[in-house]
């Protein structure tokens, strides 16, 4: 969700500043036409970009928002199937599967697996954050180790985990 969370901020706030460039771009070209060329240029620039871009940011924030729901709905809810997450959204039960593989394409969704019509709990990723005290066969020193990390911090020595978590 952290992901999700900073590129809607993102967007938020290119989408004040086009807008705020917009406004203040009309006037610029009045103002700075036949004064200064660099100014003039600026708010043409303002004008165009807020004109063509702005829309499309503003758009983008709002589809980031609808994305944000569903990942509150399955995070939060504990929706997780198609059915139900499209009564909860209140949308299609095909625009809910395109968005559930647009979270999990772009990781706004990570953990769960989708068969096409329920979201499950991925537990091959819940394994791998499995963590366990052992002490390093080399120099002795307590260590922890997971299945992604099982050097000893000490030493630098690899620790061969014959527990399975």
């Given at each position: 969700m952290?992901?999700?969370n900073?590129k809607?901020g993102?967007?938020?706030f290119?989408?004040?500043f086009m807008s705020?460039?917009?406004?203040?771009?009309?006037?610029?070209?009045?103002?700075?036409?036949?004064?200064?060329?660099?100014?003039?240029?600026?708010?043409?620039?303002?004008?165009?970009?807020g004109?063509?871009?702005?829309?499309?940011?503003?758009?983008?924030?709002?589809?980031?928002g609808?994305?944000?729901r569903?990942?509150?709905?399955?995070?939060?809810?504990?929706?997780y199937d198609?059915?139900?997450?499209?009564l909860?959204?209140?949308?299609?039960e095909?625009e809910?599967?395109?968005r559930i593989?647009?979270?999990?394409?772009?990781?706004?969704?990570t953990?769960?697996?989708f068969?096409?019509?329920?979201?499950t709990?991925?537990?091959?990723i819940?394994?791998?954050?499995?963590i366990?005290?052992?002490?390093?066969?080399?120099?002795?020193?307590?260590?922890?180790i997971?299945?992604t990390s099982?050097?000893?911090e000490?030493?630098?020595?690899?620790?061969?985990?014959?527990?399975k978590?």
């Open positions: 952290k992901k999700l900073f809607r993102l967007a938020l290119f989408g004040i705020i460039g917009f406004v203040l771009g009309i006037p610029g070209i009045v103002l700075f036409a036949g004064k200064s060329g660099i100014l003039l240029a600026l708010s043409i620039i303002l004008v165009v970009a004109f063509y871009v702005m829309p499309m940011v503003w758009i983008h924030f709002g589809n980031l609808s994305l944000k569903l990942v509150v709905a399955v995070e939060s809810e504990y929706i198609v059915k139900n997450l499209s909860y959204l209140n949308i299609s095909k809910t599967i395109n593989q647009t979270c999990i394409k772009k990781q706004y969704l953990g769960y697996l068969d096409g019509n329920t979201l709990i991925n537990e091959n819940k394994a791998t954050k499995k366990r005290s052992t002490k390093c066969p080399n120099c002795g020193a307590s260590v922890t997971s299945a099982n050097k000893c000490y030493c630098g020595k690899y620790i061969n985990d014959d527990k978590n």
